[in-house]
T-cell receptor, first 111, second 113 residues
Framework: AQRVTQPEKLLSVFKGAPVELKCNYS??????LFWYVQYSRQRLQLLLR??SRESIKGFTADLNKGETSFHLKKPFAQEEDSAMYYC?????????????FGTGTRLQVTL | NAGVMQNPRHLVRRRGQEARLRCSPM?????VYWYRQLPEEGLKFMVY????????ESGMPKERFSAEFPKEGPSILRIQQVVRGDSAAYFC???????????FGQGTRLTVV
């Protein structure tokens, strides 16, 4: 069975400080990993996926198969980064959008 | 493109009533997914549909829950004889194809009293 763990419910950082949102997964096959973000009163939206290896809004995430992790990082937090962040997994084969989500981490960026 | 539209946004039902949740996918999208989020939990996959077909319902409870995506009109998630444990946020997502990014609606928050 596949599982995604986000150990922190809340992460509070100061503006300009580095951010790392943790995500660990368990899956026996080859996974595709995603980060989704939900800003206040907005819908869930895709932030980035490991396959595309992009940096979106200054965020990056590297898939570490040895540690089964996909932590989300940003060197300098901005106020507008405050949101709920969900890590998600999908089998690499089959349907991309059948996702297994973590419980989410609320990022709070303060002045 | 208005995005994935879900209605109602909030729905209150008494125990034993039926709940109908609607999802209109984005224009041009023929794949629809339903997820449920219980309090303090992540979104959990329920069902994946294409027009007139259920592709994967491995996440659907065996009883009282059903979903459809007719040729015309929105996808419907139907919960019969609701119980307090059905109280949750129900999210719909749509995509143009199975292996492409899915776009989420704003969800329907169901409260069973």
């Amino acid at each position: 069975a596949q599982r995604v763990t986000q150990p922190e419910k809340l992460l509070s950082v100061f503006k300009g400080a580095p951010v790392e949102l943790k995500c660990n997964y368990s899956y026996s096959g080859s996974p595709e990993l995603f980060w989704y973000v939900q800003y206040s009163r907005q819908r869930l939206q895709l932030l980035l996926r490991h396959i595309s290896r992009e940096s979106i809004k200054g965020f990056t995430a590297d898939l570490n198969k040895g540690e089964t992790s996909f932590h989300l990082k940003k060197p300098f937090a901005q106020e507008e980064d405050s949101a709920m962040y969900y890590c998600a997994l999908s089998p690499l084969t089959g349907t991309a959008s059948k996702l297994t989500f973590g419980t989410g981490t609320r990022l709070q960026v303060t002045l | 493109n208005a995005g994935v539209m879900q209605n109602p946004r909030h729905l209150v039902r008494r125990r034993g009533q039926e709940a109908r949740l609607r999802c209109s996918p984005m224009k041009g999208h023929s794949h629809v997914y339903w997820y449920r989020q219980l309090p303090e939990e992540g979104l959990k996959f329920m069902v994946y549909l294409q027009k007139e077909n259920i592709i994967d319902e491995s996440g659907m409870p065996k009883e009282r829950f059903s979903a459809e995506f007719p040729k015309e009109g929105p996808s419907i998630l139907r919960i019969q004889q609701v119980v307090r444990g059905d109280s949750a946020a129900y999210f719909c997502a749509s995509s143009p194809g199975g292996r492409t990014e899915a776009f989420f609606g704003q969800g329907t928050r169901l409260t069973v009293v």
